[in-house]
Every structure is written in structure tokens, then in C-alpha cells.
């Protein structure tokens, strides 16, 4: 069942084709910028020059964190899952304004920010200091910037911007209902957000990022590909980073990410990574392709993300900082015509027994 017209983004999982306010999303990752497809998704039209320039100045004007956040993220616990993290600090962020008025700035404020966010972590973690943001570039080098303090190189940027672009928004998947079913209640913009950052946390969803890296790592080497799959797939265990609900062919993303993949590992010296991955890719697809099974987004994400200096843990905050772009807009656009979103559940239960007083309960 639908939960509702939409016309921000058309997955055909038939063809593998994905479309977002109507462009091929093959034409964003070869030509536009996160900063453009965030445009794109909230505004409904592809910005014009102007537009593009005056939207990436308000977009880089508001990365810089609140003092009590920043406070937070050097106190809390280095061991806390990044996605808890997260969780905490966007909600501090959202305690200032509660109001459900302007979901707009707040939702373009809050992709500002959550770079910010995620490198600080990443560098406090490591006992390195949080770089502050440089309003001179692009939300993907400066994302980049703040996690190593180097300026990416031209593939480092690119790889990041269409990753980014990538994974901004994709119809209603797991998370970004849990955002609408929130929003409908009229709540605020910014507890719809931690809905969607609780429910991308889990390894069925954002997380089968990190558990397919994890699983390149753990193969080591690409002669050990076939042994490793053969055993996993006759135990009956699922191969991260692949299957999906709607795909039944190959995820688009995961075409485009691939070649992001094979750059990268070149570029840092842990190409044996992708060669591994492409194996599986092969053994994997031979093996399952004809239930439906194909690589999905998260097959090789995970491996551009480490590639570009970001710890397994952190990926599925990645992964965060460009879908907040999808939920915003799917919320915004939901509340246009709000209805309370109240599903029924199947009883299967009894009813009218009787009631047995504690003491003469066995
Ligand atoms: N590896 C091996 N077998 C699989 C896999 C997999 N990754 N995914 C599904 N199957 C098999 C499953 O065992 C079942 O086989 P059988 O019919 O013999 O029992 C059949 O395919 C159907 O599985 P299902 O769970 O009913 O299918 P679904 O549509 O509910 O699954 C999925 C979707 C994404 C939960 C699942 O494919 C999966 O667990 N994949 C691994 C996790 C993953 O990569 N998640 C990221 C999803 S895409 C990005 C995102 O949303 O974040």
C-alpha cells in the first residue's frame, strides 16, 4: 500500500533505473553537486547559476556547531556508536527551536551541520582536534577538509560528491517513513530526523555499509573469495550490501559507486579491496542473481567511505548527512497535505476472556 503521492523520487526496480524530480540519477552523478541535487530535492528545479551560488554560500554559512555540542562531542563516551552520537547531538541542535515553522531553513541548516558534526567525532575519537569548517569550499571537500585537515584531491571530491549525491534521498524506504509517520503527528522537523537516523542505524538499512567492508577486510585476499562466499551462503548467513526490496536487477548506485571504488582504492593504495569485492560481486551474482539478488548501494559505499579516511563506524552517519535531504523533503512535501498516518495491525488474538484475579493465577 502507498503512503502517499510523491514526485521527489521514481525507483524502477525492474530496469535499475532511479530518477530524482525526474533527472536519471546516472545524469546528477556525472554532472551535478550534493549542493545542486539538495536544491533539486528540496525546490523542485535544477538551480540556475545564481541561485546555485547564493544557495552554497547560506549552505556554508551554517556548518559550524553550537558551543554545547561541541562540548558533548569531546565528553561523550569515545566508544559510543557514531549513530548514537549523531542521534544526541541533533536533537541538542534541535532543543534551541522546536517550532514547526521554516522546515526549510532548519532542514538546510542541519545538512550544514552534520558534517561538522560527524568529522569533529571522528578526529575526538582519535585524539586529534576537530578542524573547523572552511566556507571556501564545497560541502563535499570541506566535509573531507574537517576529517583530515588536507584538501581532497579532485577524485577525493568527486568520489565524495557523488557518493553524497547518491544517497540524498531514495522513496520510502525504511527511514524516511519513520520520519513521515513522525511528521504527521505534527511533531517537529527535527524528531523526525533522529526517527530517521534511529531507523537507518540498523544493519539491514544504513549499516550494511560498514558490515560490507567488514567482510572485504575479513576475505583479505582475492584468492580467498570463493571459499568465503561458498561458506557463508551453504550457512545460510546474507551477503552485506546486497538484495534489495525494490531492485530485482542491478541498484543503480552500486554501478556508479563501483568505478568511484575502483578509483579511490587505486588512488590509496588498497585496490586488493576492490578486487576482492568485484569477485564477490561476480561469485555472488552468479550464485543469487536469478532470485533477484544484486549488488545494492551499500556494497560499495562502504569501501569509497574507508578509501576517503572515514572509520567503518562512521559510515552509516555518512550515509546520514546526505539522506537528511530526502527525509526533510519527503516530510515537507507530506505536510503539504498532512494526513495522521495510522496503520491497523492483523488481531490474531483472543477476545473476552475471562478475567483471573493474581491469586488464583498458577
Ligand atoms: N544474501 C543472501 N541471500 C539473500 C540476501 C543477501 N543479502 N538478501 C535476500 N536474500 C535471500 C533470502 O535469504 C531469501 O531467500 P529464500 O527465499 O531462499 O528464503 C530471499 O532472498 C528473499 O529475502 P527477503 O529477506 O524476503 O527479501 P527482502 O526484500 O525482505 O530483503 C533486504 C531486502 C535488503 C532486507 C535483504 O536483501 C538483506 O538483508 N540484504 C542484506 C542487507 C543489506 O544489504 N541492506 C541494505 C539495503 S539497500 C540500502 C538501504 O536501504 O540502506
Not at 569515545?78 to 547531538?89: E, G, K
Amino acid at each position: 500500500m502507498a503512503v502517499k503521492e510523491t514526485s521527489i523520487t521514481y525507483i524502477d526496480g525492474k530496469m535499475g533505473r532511479l530518477f530524482y524530480r525526474g533527472y536519471s540519477i546516472f545524469d546528477l552523478a556525472e554532472f551535478s553537486s550534493f549542493e545542486e541535487v539538495a536544491f533539486l530535492l528540496w525546490k523542485n528545479k535544477l538551480p540556475n547559476m545564481r541561485e546555485l551560488e547564493s544557495f552554497k554560500k547560506t549552505m556554508s554559512e551554517h556548518r559550524d556547531l553550537p558551543d554545547q555540542v561541541m562540548e558533548y562531542l569531546t565528553n561523550v563516551d569515545p566508544s559510543s556508536n557514531p549513530m548514537d552520537v549523531l542521534r544526541t547531538a541533533v536533537s541538542m541542535i534541535g532543543t534551541a527551536d522546536t517550532s514547526q515553522d521554516d522546515i526549510m531553513t532548519k532542514s538546510i541548516k542541519l545538512t550544514s551541520k552534520i558534517p561538522t558534526l560527524i568529522t569533529a567525532f571522528q578526529r575526538i575519537r582519535s585524539g586529534e582536534q576537530p578542524i573547523p569548517p572552511d566556507p571556501s569550499l564545497s560541502h563535499a571537500s570541506n566535509f573531507l577538509y574537517m576529517l583530515s585537515g588536507e584538501k581532497p584531491t579532485e577524485i577525493e571530491e568527486r568520489a565524495m560528491d557523488v557518493a553524497l549525491i547518491l544517497h540524498a534521498d531514495h522513496e520510502m524506504n525504511a527511514s524516511t517513513f519513520a520520519c513521515l509517520v513522525i511528521a504527521s503527528t505534527l511533531s517537529d522537523i527535527y524528531s523526525s530526523v533522529i526517527g530517521g537516523i534511529s531507523a537507518l542505524k540498523g544493519p539491514l538499512h544504513g549499516a550494511a555499509n560498514s558490515e560490507a567492508l567488514k567482510m572485504f577486510l575479513e576475505i583479505g585476499s582475492p584468492e580467498k573469495v570463493e571459499e568465503y562466499v561458498y561458506k557463508r551462503l551453504s550457512r545460510k548467513e546474507r551477503l552485506m550490501g546486497f538484495g534489495h526490496r525494490i531492485y530485482k536487477t542491478y541498484d543503480p548506485r552500486a554501478i556508479i559507486l563501483r568505478s568511484y571504488a575502483d578509483k579511490v582504492t587505486k588512488l590509496k593504495g588498497n585496490h586488493h579491496l576492490y578486487e576482492i569485492a568485484r569477485k564477490v560481486e561476480d561469485l555472488a551474482v552468479r550464485t543469487l542473481g536469478e532470485k533477484g539478488i544484486y549488488p545494492n548501494v551499500d556494497f560499495y559505499s562502504g569501501l569509497v567511505f574507508y578509501s576517503l579516511g572515514f572509520s567503518p563506524g562512521f559510515f552509516p552517519t555518512v550515509f546520514a548527512s546526505s539522506r537528511v535531504v530526502g527525509w526533510t523533503a519527503q516530510v515537507m512535501e507530506y505536510l503539504n497535505d498532512n494526513r495522521l498516518i495510522r496503520p491497523k495491525a492483523i488481531y490474531v488474538g483472543d477476545v473476552e476472556k475471562p478475567y483471573v484475579p493474581i491469586e488464583d493465577r498458577s
